[in-house]
C-alpha cells in the first residue's frame, strides 16, 4: 500500500548527529553532541509541578513572613510594600563572620571560606516565573543586581568576583519554591571565568577583535555550504540567523553550537560591552524584553522548565583592566533536562542528545504572546 504525502512514515527524520564540538571560547572545553542517544530506552522522569500560587502562609520569602528571615539588606522600594527583597543565606557557602588564618602543609593548602553570600527575593508572588513577571519589574531585578555588585566591589576590596546566579526547580538544585536569585561574592576569580577571560585574550592578541563580537557577526551574516569532499554530497548547511532565537536593538540571545546543554542560550549585548556595571537603563530595557521572551520560548517547548541561569561578567581587578577589549559580559540559561552520566563525570566532556541546529529552530519557532 502506498503511502500518502505527509504520512508519518514519509516524515522526514532529523539526520543523526555524533560529533566533538569545540567551544570557540574556551577551547578545552568539549560537546559531544549524539542525537541518538536521545533514541535509548529510559523512564520518562514526571515534570516537577509548577506551584503558581502567589501566597505561601509558611513561605519565608512571602511578603508577611519578613519575620521568618535574616533582616533585610535592602528592600525596594524603601517605603511601602516591597517588590523586591535582599537577605543573608541562612545557609552559606562563604560568609564574613570570621577569619581563619590561610594554612598549607605539603601539596594541602587552603584559604578562609570569607565571602558574601546573599538571596535576592525576585518579586513577592510566590509562583511568578521570569516570562510572567511584567517589563518594568524584570528590569527593577536587573538593575537590582546590577547594584548590588557594585556595592559588594566597591565596599570590600577582599571580594575578587561577585557571581549572580538563580536556581529554579529542584532539577536545577532550587531548596525552595517562592522565586528568587542568589548573589555570592568571592575572594577568589573562579577557574571557569579565568579560562574565558584567557582565552579571549589571546584571541583579541591575535585578531585585535572580541571573539564574542566574532561570534556574534558570524551568527548574523554566515552562510555556508559544507560538502564531503569525496562523494561531494551536502553534509551541512550554516544559514544566517540559523542560532539566533531573540533578537532586538540591543541584545541576542543565541544557542552556542557547542551547547553543553540540549536548550541551552545565551544573552549577550550587540554593542561590545565587558562589564555588566557599564549597563544603561535603556539596556536594562531591552535586556528585561529579550531576557522574558527567551524565557518564554523555553518554557513554551519544553512544558515547564527548570534551570540555572548565571551571569558572567570581566571580574574587577587592575590585573583584569586589559581584557576589556576582548571579553563580552552574558548570561548563560542552561535548563535541566538530564543527569550527568559517569561518562560526563569521568571525562568532562558534556554530552548533548539535542541537535543545537533543531534546538534553536524549535525554540524560535516556538509560539509566544
Known amino acids: 500500500m502506498s503511502q500518502q504525502p505527509g504520512s508519518p512514515d514519509q516524515e522526514a527524520k532529523p539526520a543523526i548527529v555524533r560529533e566533538i564540538r569545540i567551544n570557540p571560547i574556551v577551547p578545552s572545553e568539549s560537546v559531544l553532541v549524539a542525537t541518538a542517544r536521545s533514541m535509548r530506552p529510559k523512564k520518562e522522569e514526571p515534570q516537577a509541578a509548577h506551584d503558581g500560587r502567589s501566597h505561601v502562609e509558611t513561605c519565608p520569602f512571602c511578603r508577611g513572613n519578613e519575620s521568618m528571615t535574616p533582616a533585610p539588606i535592602a528592600e525596594i522600594p524603601e517605603e511601602g510594600d516591597w517588590q523586591l527583597r535582599i537577605v ?15 594554612f598549607s602543609f605539603g601539596l594541602q593548602q587552603a584559604i578562609d571560606g570569607y565571602g558574601r553570600h546573599e538571596v535576592v527575593i525576585d518579586h513577592a508572588s510566590h509562583g511568578i516565573r521570569i516570562h510572567e513577571m511584567t517589563a518594568a519589574h524584570l528590569a527593577l531585578l536587573l538593575a537590582t543586581y546590577r547594584d548590588r555588585m557594585e556595592q559588594l566591589y566597591h565596599t570590600d576590596n577582599r571580594l575578587r568576583y561577585v557571581l549572580v546566579f538563580k536556581n ?3 532539577a536545577a ?11 555570592i561574592a568571592l575572594p577568589v576569580v573562579p577557574d571557569n571565568l579565568q579560562a574565558e577571560v584567557r582565552s579571549s585574550s589571546s584571541y583579541y592578541e591575535s585578531r585585535s577583535q572580541c571573539i564574542f563580537c566574532s561570534l556574534i557577526n558570524e ?29 532586538n536593538s540591543r541584545f541576542i540571545a543565541v544557542k552556542p553550537f557547542a551547547s553543553r546543554y540540549e536548550w541551552e542560550v545565551h544573552i549577550l549585548p550587540l554593542a ?15 535586556l528585561a524584553e529579550i531576557f522574558s521572551r527567551t524565557m518564554a520560548r523555553l518554557n513554551t517547548v519544553l512544558g515547564g522548565v527548570q534551570y540555572n541561569f548565571f551571569l558572567h561578567s570581566l571580574p574587577h581587578g587592575s590585573e583584569y583592566e586589559e581584557s576589556t577589549p576582548a571579553y563580552h559580559w552574558h548570561i548563560e540559561i542552561c535548563p535541566r533536562t538530564s543527569i550527568p552520566t559517569g561518562f560526563e563525570l569521568g571525562s568532562g566532556l558534556y554530552v548533548n542528545t539535542v541537535s543545537p541546529e533543531d534546538a534553536a529552530e524549535r525554540l524560535r519557532n516556538a509560539a509566544i504572546p
Open 219 to 247: 551568527a548574523l551574516t554566515f552562510e555556508a555550504t559544507l560538502y564531503d569532499r569525496t562523494s561531494g554530497e551536502v553534509r551541512r548547511k550554516i544559514s544566517v540567523g540559523q542560532y539566533v532565537i531573540e533578537q
Open 168 to 170: 529554579f526547580g529542584p
Open 88 to 102: 543573608e543565606n541562612l545557609y552559606p557557602v562563604l560568609g564574613d563572620d570570621r577569619e581563619a588564618p590561610d
Open 272 to 286: 561590545h560591552q565587558a562589564d555588566f556595571l557599564e549597563i544603561s537603563p535603556a539596556d536594562i530595557a531591552d
Open 173 to 183: 538544585g532550587a531548596s525552595i519554591g517562592h522565586t528568587h536569585s542568589q548573589i
